[in-house]
């Protein structure tokens, strides 16, 4: 019998509010998990934006300088993640790879390296780059692969980056 690594188990965590959670790691820095409605970035199709949460993680609080490495808070967000997909078969996330600091690539990366740990195969995962001037802009979506708004979501996370890619100037064309 091989026994599950303690790096894979999820830390404890709690409900803070009706959409956000929050857990402490055995390093005492507290995460958060944030969950919004997400209608404002598909103001263009109405069904999608109804039925898409953005989803936000964040370090709320840190005693050190630097964050430690820690697998178990991928395992922690990844599960509070696929219980929203239990909760909300129905559902779609949308992420905002954070770009403040220059790093968005790699959190995109280890993004996505959390959820092929898991073992998501039922999930599907769209990518864009959304270029306005010099900032690109790494978004996400994920959502159930057998969801029966599939194509209506790809084509509205689709056209969100080919709308924010339109110069003002161009609209007139």
């Not at 959390?114 to 959502?143: D, M, Q, Y």
């Not at 080919?162 to 110069?167: L, Q, R, S, T, V």
């Amino acid at each position: 019998m091989q026994m599950e690594s303690n790096l894979s188990i999820p830390y404890n965590f709690k409900p803070v509010g009706p959409s956000k959670f929050e857990f402490v790691t055995d390093f005492r820095v507290t995460y958060s998990v944030t969950f919004a409605k997400g209608d404002q970035y598909f103001p263009n199709h109405v069904r999608v934006g109804e039925l898409l949460q953005t989803v936000y993680f964040q370090v709320q609080n840190n005693l050190e300088d630097k964050i430690p490495i820690d697998p178990r808070v991928g395992a922690t967000i990844s599960f509070i993640v696929l219980q929203y997909f239990e909760r909300n078969p129905q559902g779609a996330l949308f992420f905002i790879h954070d770009g403040s600091d220059g790093k968005e690539r790699g959190r995109k990366q280890k993004f996505e390296a959390w959820f092929r740990k898991v073992g998501a195969e039922h999930l599907r995962e769209e990518n864009t780059e959304i270029t306005l001037g010099r900032i690109s802009i790494l978004t996400s979506i994920l959502f159930p692969k057998n969801h029966p708004l599939a194509d209506e979501i790809v084509e509205a996370f689709e056209g969100m980056g080919n709308a924010a890619a339109i110069k003002p100037d161009q609209e007139d064309l």
